[in-house]
């Protein structure tokens, strides 16, 4: 399978030299994708990388060649365009264990899952073709729940102003708990998957157009992301270090403000992990979605309100 190639020129030309980020723009025909049939990719299969973050397919799937919704994005006053059969779709339904059972940390084992493997702190902006009756999720190291903020524009109303849905996941109200134990927030179940429209109107409203989902990433971390029960159209993603980005659109819809960040900087993102083969044995051992678990578990664990990486 081909991986695409996308040099540092090509990467940095969308944006002013002062941008201080990473964008990256697919190219599925470089995969070797159509628009008329779906092809297989494999896992492990690079989707394309900056000089920050790789970008692979997760598990086996076929994909194929999408159009991103009316409109292109605009990232720090510069205008991103994401070619018409350029942005890619999977063709199973991403699974997630969280949709069918109470086991809502752990990622599920199939379907169009993309990941992402970030070489230093920062902020992962996804472009997506966006469905507000969707159920996105953002996993990180496939077992906890990342906070993140959706924003899409919806160009189904034929209103020309158009309208933009947009949540926070960490600041709405029941989403996130605070872990008195470990001192940290946690993604709640009836959450964290929920339908964007059904979170945000109360009601099952149809809304489609580009869209962000925008999340805390770190360095040595992998993170998922998929739409439950249905698949993801991805374009690309931008990157940096600040979480400063202002990202609009050519409709002239703010999508993001410079320093809009989920839950203002926090979130259950792991910094300053530390490599451990043995914690006390007596101690009660929790997930990072604040679940208790057995004292053999392996991965990212809480003991005692640290954290640890047990192999």
């Not at 990467?11 to 628009?35: D, H, T, Y």
């Not at 970008?55 to 994909?63: E, M, P, R």
């Not at 678990?293 to 047990?310: M, P, T």
């Amino acid at each position: 399978m081909k991986k695409m190639l996308l040099s540092a020129a090509l990467i940095m030309a969308a944006l002013s030299a002062n941008a201080q980020g990473e964008l990256c723009v697919f190219n599925g025909s470089s995969l070797g994708l159509n628009a008329d049939a779906v092809t297989p990719v494999a896992a492990g299969t690079e989707i394309a990388s900056t000089a920050s973050v790789k970008a692979t397919i997760k598990f086996d799937d076929s994909y194929k060649l999408v159009n991103m919704k009316e409109g292109s994005f605009i990232i720090n006053g510069e205008e991103v365009s994401i070619p018409e059969g350029s942005a890619i779709q999977g063709n199973g339904n991403g699974k997630g264990d969280c949709a069918t059972s109470t086991n809502f940390a752990a990622q599920g084992g199939a379907g169009c899952v993309y990941e992402f493997a970030p070489t230093q702190d920062g902020y992962l902006y996804l472009m997506i073709s966006a469905s507000a009756n969707k159920q996105y999720v953002v996993y990180e190291n496939e077992l906890s729940r990342m906070p993140y903020i959706y924003a899409s524009e919806d160009v189904t109303d034929a209103d020309p102003s158009l309208t933009v849905f947009a949540y926070d996941m960490m600041n709405l109200e029941g989403a996130t708990y605070f872990d008195e134990a470990v001192k940290d927030y946690y993604v709640t179940e009836d959450y964290a998957i929920g339908k964007v429209s059904v979170i945000v109107t109360g009601t099952e409203t149809k809304s489609d157009g580009n869209g962000i989902l925008k999340f805390k990433a770190y360095a040595g971390q992998t993170y998922q992301a998929m739409a439950t029960g249905s698949k993801m159209s991805i374009g690309g993603f931008y990157f940096d270090t600040t979480g400063d980005a202002t990202i609009t659109t050519t409709n002239g819809n703010t999508l993001l403000e410079a320093g809009q960040v989920p839950g203002n900087g926090g979130g259950t993102g792991i910094a300053g992990v530390e490599v451990k083969d043995e914690v006390d044995a007596n101690a009660p051992v929790y997930n990072i979605a604040g679940q208790r678990v057995s004292k053999d578990a392996k991965g990212l664990v809480i003991v005692n309100g640290k954290k640890y990486l047990r192999k």
